[in-house]
């Protein structure tokens, strides 16, 4: 049975020996200063200290990543994060949620990006490796930010070795021109050149292509030319045989010589010629009935025949025969044969050309142009509507253009990349980073070990001299540390309107780091209220989805 000593006990310096100290599983729930005790679970002597009973006799060193000042441990920073009097904090090198910031170096995105804001590219090349690029920006700027005007345009890469057509504005001529194979250049119409596009066909002939007028016997329907039907008279090859044949003394005088070499005589209308030999012949001309009448008993071959007979037989191979645009009648009281011929001239005048192509511009079809022919001058003018395009601004619903703004780039195939400059931790990844630094360690009075599942740094010491204390970023309850940084992690779905988590609910306390990422894993960048005040994070205006949202920060 115990003895109790209501005051205090003076030895005067005598010893006390084979003494045992009271033995207990657990801190008294009451104590004062300097009351000790043996701790039978962890077989630890332990002495309240007025706060806390602290064990007695250990001896620490601060391993990789730990610091010891004192008795006071603290942890160090490693990549992004910077030890502080107030804990530790990410640096300048993590990408933050929230605020203005800089980033050096390349960055690249692996996945879709989404910026709420404006984008500016302050390099000097943009590339955008993409297969479509929409713009919903109503007016594209080139030379931007120059304080000159400079020729500026668009080139269109058709390949390796093939031309390069181009839309250029002549900044010396200030006007835009355009080229199909990238070196002649054509000048595109000022609205004071429209009207000056005339054009008169030249007259059509045998070796040019040109205008004809359109004369009688020809006839136009829809636009296409024949000739009007001929009447059916046609001179055919069989009667100009027979003219070929007619004897060529014929003449065409009303009195003839007749001559036999030595002795002529002239006979007229009426007269009978005889010729004397062995037979006679004898000529009579009937004025009555125009005709010639030659007798002979001689065996004389002459068969010369007269004018009348000449032209009786001309005459007669010209009736009830087939003629082709041309009428042949015989006068046989003129001795004519009248020709009137059907004209065939197919040759269209200047006029005629002029109004059959300026039909063509009646009633047509036009697209971004519009046509008009002028009969009084003969010409056709030609105005073409404005041919300029502004691409739109681009947006969710707009296909348009954008600008390319701080950690994109776009390539020479026109793709939109981004650099992921999230180098922000989770506090799993720096429990296991601090973790590892105190594994494979050299520990002397000491043995710090890593609970993975819990996030707990353990230490047990053989020191029972030694009195510790918390450091920044870390709290002390007995002889354990645990991390004063708290991380918290929900999945939740929004439906467009605010989203608000307590300090409370999450352990975290305002501010801290609060990164959001969609149904694809992909990192969102929304509105984030840390309110001090009401002691919440308020998330505004968060898109109808499926989300996880991370809190890291110190221990609320």
């Known amino acids: 049975m115990a003895i109790k000593f209501l005051a205090d006990l003076d030895i005067s310096g005598s010893e006390i020996q084979s003494v045992a100290l009271e033995n207990r599983t657990s801190d008294p729930s009451s104590a004062s200063t300097g009351q000790i005790y043996f ?17 007695v006799g250990k001896t620490y060193s601060a391993g990789n990543g730990i610091s010891l000042s004192g008795t006071a441990f603290s942890v160090a920073g490693g990549d992004g994060l910077t030890q502080e009097a107030s804990g530790l904090k990410v640096d300048s090198t993590v990408i933050r949620t929230t605020g203005a910031q800089t980033k050096a170096g390349n960055m690249t995105f692996s996945n879709n990006v989404t910026i709420t804001g404006n984008l500016t590219v302050n390099g000097t090349q943009t590339i955008l490796n993409t297969a479509e690029l929409a713009v919903e920006d109503t007016n594209i700027e080139l030379n931007s930010g120059s304080s000159e005007g400079a020729d500026s345009g668009i080139s269109v890469n058709r390949g390796q070795g093939e031309d390069v057509p181009q839309l250029l504005w002549d900044e010396s001529a200030s006007r835009w021109t355009f080229t199909n194979n990238g070196s002649t250049f054509y000048n595109i119409p000022l609205s004071t050149e429209y009207n000056n596009f005339t054009y008169t066909l030249p007259t059509a002939s045998a070796s040019t292509l040109g205008g004809v007028k359109i004369g009688s016997g020809i006839t136009i329907t829809n636009g296409v030319i024949s000739a009007d039907s001929q009447t059916a008279n046609d001179f055919t090859d069989a009667l100009l045989t027979k003219l070929n044949g007619i004897a060529t003394g014929a003449d065409n005088y009303s009195s003839w010589t007749v001559s036999d070499g030595t002795n002529s005589e002239t006979v007229g209308s009426g007269a009978t010629v005889q010729w004397r030999g062995s037979g006679a012949t004898s000529v009579s001309y009937d004025a009555e009935s125009n005709t010639f009448t030659i007798s002979s008993t001689d065996t004389n071959t002459n068969t010369q025949l007269s004018k009348e007979t000449v032209q009786d037989y001309v005459g007669e191979m010209l009736t009830g025969n087939t003629e082709t645009n041309i009428s042949v009648t015989y006068d046989d009281a003129n001795n004519k044969i009248n020709f009137v011929a059907t004209d065939t001239n197919t040759q269209l005048s200047t006029e005629a050309v002029q109004d059959i192509v300026g039909a063509m511009f009646q009633s047509n079809t036009e697209t971004r142009i519009t046509a008009t022919y002028q009969d009084t001058d003969g010409t056709i003018d030609l105005v073409v509507d404005d041919q300029s395009y502004t691409l739109p601004t681009a947006s969710g619903d707009i296909l348009g253009g954008i600008k390319v703004g701080t950690n994109l780039s776009i390539n020479e195939e026109g793709i939109l990349s981004s650099t992921d400059t999230n180098t922000q931790l989770s506090n799993e990844q ?14 002397t009075n000491i043995s710090v070990t890593y609970n993975d599942s819990t996030g707990k740094l353990n230490f047990s010491a053989t020191d029972t001299d030694t009195t510790y204390s918390a450091g920044d970023g870390l709290s002390l309850s007995g002889t354990t540390f645990t991390n004063a940084n708290a991380y918290y992690a929900v999945d939740f779905t929004a439906d467009g309107g605010d989203y608000e988590v307590t300090t409370e609910t999450s352990s975290v306390r305002v501010p801290a780091i609060v990164q959001l990422l969609d ?38």
Not at 39 to 55: A, C, P, R
């Open 430 to 443: 720096v429990q296991d980073i601090i973790g590892a630094m105190v594994t494979g360690n050299t520990e």
């Open 519 to 556: 149904s694809t894993g992909r990192m969102v960048l929304p509105d984030v209220v840390q309110d001090a005040t009401n002691a919440k994070f308020v998330l505004k205006s968060v898109p109808t989805g499926d989300y996880s949202l991370v809190i890291m920060g110190r221990r609320g």
């Open 39 to 55: 701790d039978t679970g962890s077989n630890e002597v332990k002495i309240y200290d007025g706060s806390n009973f602290i064990v």
